[in-house]
């Protein structure tokens, strides 16, 4: 390439570079990130295993897992109805998050379900840690909309369990014992 069509490539290239820095200095501030809820994961030896974000969405909570130091592979993961993680086996979160007036079974991909506590599975890499999102249309942070709130009082848990959930079976998808914990705050 001669060097005046080098000087000419750079020349456009700087150019556009101009333009989309000009382009995004004049873009209005993206609009802030509704105020949501955290909850510490913890395991049962009372060690910080990562963090759980939740943001309310005009349909439902996202939920933005992190977490490092679980076992590989996939998780089953809930929301459970007492926002109590403080025995080594998670027992004192309850159970799933139901229906009060008629208790639905569980599971995603029961045609009876879900219950409210139900979510997507978590993958955990070979290397301990696992991040997801997950996004819940049956619930939501303060119980906006008719769906029971996850900031409730006496709180609420996010649990992780030690297998996948088949998002069927009874009564909590064949997870497995709890092995992570926290108190949605």
Known sequence: MSSVLKSAAFGLIAAGLAAATAALAAD???????????????????????????????????????????????????????????????????????????????????????????????????????????FSSLISLKGEGGRPALLAPGGRALVIHASPDDHAAQPIGGAGARIACGVIR
Not at 48 to 60: K, V
Not at 88 to 97: E, I, T
């Open 28 to 134: 209005p501030a993206p609009a802030p990130v509704p105020a949501g809820a955290t909850a510490e994961i913890k395991g049962p030896d009372g060690a910080r295993l990562g963090t759980a974000t939740f943001r309310e969405g005009p349909t439902g909570v996202l939920a933005r897992v992190e977490v490092k130091g679980l076992p590989p592979g996939w998780h089953g993961m809930h929301f459970h109805e007492k926002g109590d993680c403080s025995d080594p086996k998670f027992m004192n979160s309850g159970a799933h998050m139901n229906h009060a007036d008629a208790k639905v079974p569980h599971g995603l991909l029961n045609p009876k379900g879900p219950d409210y506590g139900d979510l997507p599975n978590l993958y955990v890499a070979a290397d301990g840690s696992g991040v997801g999102e997950v």
